[in-house]
């Protein structure tokens, strides 16, 4: 079973830079698709981007203007970088596992296997 943990987050400025990691331990992440998720203060988890096993990164356009993702299979870690933050970022991040990685979506209802969340807040 993978275990996932992120780490990056912080208290950041708006138009700072922040690159956010999820390490994975008990597993090679190399089949696996993940995703990267948040869930700002009273409102729903809500997905970013997704990353299948051969890197292919799909999810909602309005992000991946400023949001990018990344995997480095020998780290066993996957990244996100956030460009340009707003406000509006301020969230708990979160990364997830589907052992399907040939294909993914930013539906939470198809991961097993989640992390603890690493927390952002951008300042104005």
């Known amino acids: 079973e993978v275990q996932l943990v992120e780490s990056g987050g912080g208290l950041v400025q708006a138009g700072d830079s922040l690159s956010l990691s999820c390490a994975a331990s008990g597993s090679s992440l190399d089949d696996y698709a993940i995703a990267w998720f948040r869930q700002a203060p009273g409102q729903e988890r809500a997905g970013l981007l997704c990353i299948t096993s051969d890197g292919r990164i799909h999810g909602d356009d309005s992000v991946k203007g400023r949001f990018t993702m990344s995997r480095d299979n020998a780290k066993n870690t996957v990244y996100l970088q956030i460009n340009n933050l707003e406000p509006e970022d301020t969230a708990n991040y979160y990364c997830?596992?589907?052992?399907?990685?040939?294909?993914?979506?930013?539906?939470?209802?198809?991961?097993?296997?989640w992390g603890q969340g690493t927390q952002v807040i951008v300042s104005s």
């Open positions: 997830a596992a589907d052992w399907h990685g040939d294909t993914c979506i930013t539906s939470a209802y198809v991961y097993d296997y």
